[in-house]
């Protein structure tokens, strides 16, 4: 960010200020002088826009039943085959075994807070499976780490884990004993000490003394020797030795070795990449553009942007805040393609009420696009107002989508199946109108929904291999063994999805994974199944956003356009079926 925008950012402050202070004023229904604002009004007349919608629906098909129309807008279903999905036992447990072990940590006396942040998130990951983005803020916080300190424990803890397949590979071949042997918390203290001495400045006798140090006061005196040897082992190679040593001779497992990536995911997004460029996923086709080195370069691109630290995209609500005011109000700067888009290079957002009273929130400019084409792709027909989300967890593009849905007069059903989630769905969706959208607790692949829809997103549960940048302990948990699950899953929301929208109306699939069985696989077995449905080319409809793809459907890349790796295509039902 320029120091220009900075000091112009800053001059606006207190007119934006009191003009976003307004907006929340009005969520109450009141004015900075107690009167009430035209808020309802404006609902009052998006109500009736919505009640002619239905009037004039009602001589095509039956109207639209509101069982159960409480305030918080819910719906539950109740269906033998609404098995959790595998992401939400994890989360599930997770969430269980975290509530037991909130309390703060003990700080060891002679280990710097640092470091003991970074262990302590470390062995929370592989112990409980946490997610180390939710969980080191809350440990910064409880350490009172702040500036260069704070800087220091966030690198190495997510280096640390971005890295553990080359620090593992390190670690075998210097320990005596396999490392699966080893007592968890050595091992994560090893792995916080190697990766210091292989991908920062700390000096080699800090990382050795800090770690022996840090081992001892969590384990014991026993394990000091053990960890001084293999610290000290670590530090007489630099660590271009060390990787000229260790990496494999094949050209893309030695890519994916410099980029702590597992080989199977880098195949996967060197598929991709293929692919995004030819407009072809037939395997002899991919291998032929895999032999061009331009394709192995960008792959090198394409990998380490995931391991790039990602700057915080924001999104304001569509009708209740500008982005102008956004930027003004927290010193971000306008997205590149996303109409309701912010970037905030400083990190996370601070405690300003546009976040509290949800006028804003943290959305990747990717997921912002896909919620846009949702809403405002072309239909054959009148929008009729009906919208679905059909995988709607955690809620980011359904409150996006609902936000859209507002101004337009339409109504957005989200449909999630585990209920904690759909708590989260309906949390994101305060604050829009009550009467607009309603959550339904239930499988998208069975859930009652009457009559059919003018606009339906499909965001399918997905191996996340599009987000890698952003989990930084993900490449390691994930196999190739649960990408065919995902698949039969994917493609039988996308079928569910065809069933339930009307001729004329449009459906986009989307996933935050660039792996081709995920995406242009599901897409085309959709195709040839469901010849009512035809694919209809996006990239015009992505806001100037530029090379996204050889196909129909758009693959976004973080070395590319900035975003998560997101996949799109949008399918339209034909409007003369027999």
């Known amino acids: 960010m320029s120091g220009g925008f900075r000091s112009r950012a800053k001059g606006t402050v207190p007119q934006q200020a009191k003009q976003v202070s307004e907006k929340l004023r009005r969520q109450s229904g009141q004015t900075s002088t107690g009167q009430h604002t035209d808020r309802d009004a404006h609902r009052q007349q998006r109500a009736e826009t919505r009640d002619s919608r239905n009037q004039a629906a009602s001589t095509d ?74 969980l080191l803020p809350n440990l910064l916080e409880q350490s009172g780490l702040i500036g260069r300190d704070a800087a220091f424990a966030t690198e190495i803890t997510y280096g640390t884990l971005r890295t553990i397949g080359v620090l593992d590979t390190l670690l075998d071949e210097i320990s005596s004993r396999p490392l699966n042997q080893l007592d968890g918390v050595v091992l994560d203290c090893l792995r916080l000490g190697v990766y210091q001495v292989l991908y ?20 014991g005196n026993q394990v000091t020797g053990f960890v001084n040897a293999l610290m000290r082992t670590a530090t007489r190679l630099p660590a271009k030795q ?80 500008t982005v102008e005011e956004l930027c003004a109000l927290t010193g971000a700067e306008p997205a590149t393609y996303s109409p309701y888009g912010a970037y905030l290079p400083g990190g996370r957002p601070g405690d300003d009420p546009i976040f509290a009273e949800r006028l804003a929130s943290v959305q990747d400019e990717g997921s912002q696009l896909i919620a846009r084409l949702a809403a405002t792709a072309p239909l054959d027909g009148a929008d009729q107002g009906r919208w679905l989300d059909l995988c709607a967890g955690p809620g980011g593009k359904a409150a996006l989508l609902t936000a859209l849905a507002t101004i337009d007069g339409a109504h957005v059903d989200a449909v999630e199946p585990m209920p904690h989630r759909a708590a989260l769905v309906r949390q994101a969706l305060q604050g829009l109108d009550p009467h607009s959208w309603t959550v339904h607790v239930g499988d998208g692949r069975s859930v009652e929904l009457a009559g059919e829809y003018d606009r339906i997103l499909v965001d399918a549960p997905c191996s996340g291999l599009g987000a890698l940048r952003r989990r930084p302990e993900a490449r390691w948990r994930k196999t190739a063994d649960s990408i065919p699950e995902l698949n039969t899953l994917q493609q039988a929301l996308l079928d569910r999805a065809i069933q339930l929208v009307r001729p004329g109306g449009i459906v986009v699939y989307a996933t935050c994974s660039p792996h081709v069985e995920e995406t242009r696989h599901i897409v085309d077995t959709a195709l040839a199944a469901h010849p009512e449905i035809t694919e209809q080319p996006v990239a015009d409809l992505l806001c100037g956003m530029p090379d996204t793809g050889a196909f129909a459907s758009a693959q976004m890349w973080p070395h590319l356009h900035g975003t998560d790796a997101m996949f799109v295509s949008l399918l339209r039902k034909s409007p003369n079926l027999p």
């Open 242 to 321: 060390w990787f000229a040593r260790l990496a494999p001779q094949d050209p893309l497992a030695n890519l994916a070795f410099h980029h702590a990536h597992p080989v199977w995911i880098a195949e996967a997004l060197a598929t991709a990449l293929a692919a995004h460029r030819i407009g072809d996923v037939a395997p002899a086709a991919i291998q032929q553009a895999l032999a061009d080195p331009a394709m192995h370069e960008e792959l090198g691109r394409a990998l380490a942007a995931d391991s790039a630290r990602p700057v915080v995209h924001l999104v304001a609500r569509p009708g209740e805040l």
């Open 200 to 219: 920062t400045r700390v000096e080699a006798h800090a990382a050795v003394d800090t770690t022996v140090r840090l081992a001892q006061g969590l384990v």
């Open 61 to 134: 098909r039956p109207r639209r039943q509101h069982h159960g129309a409480q305030s918080n807008g819910e719906r539950t279903t109740s269906r033998r085959d609404s098995r959790p999905r595998q992401d939400d036992r994890r989360f599930s447990r997770q969430h269980e075994r975290t509530s037991r072990r909130q309390e703060r940590p003990p700080w060891l006396h002679g280990v710097d807070k640092a470091r003991q942040v970074a262990v302590t998130v470390l062995t929370r990951v592989r112990e409980d499976e946490a997610y180390a983005n939710l």
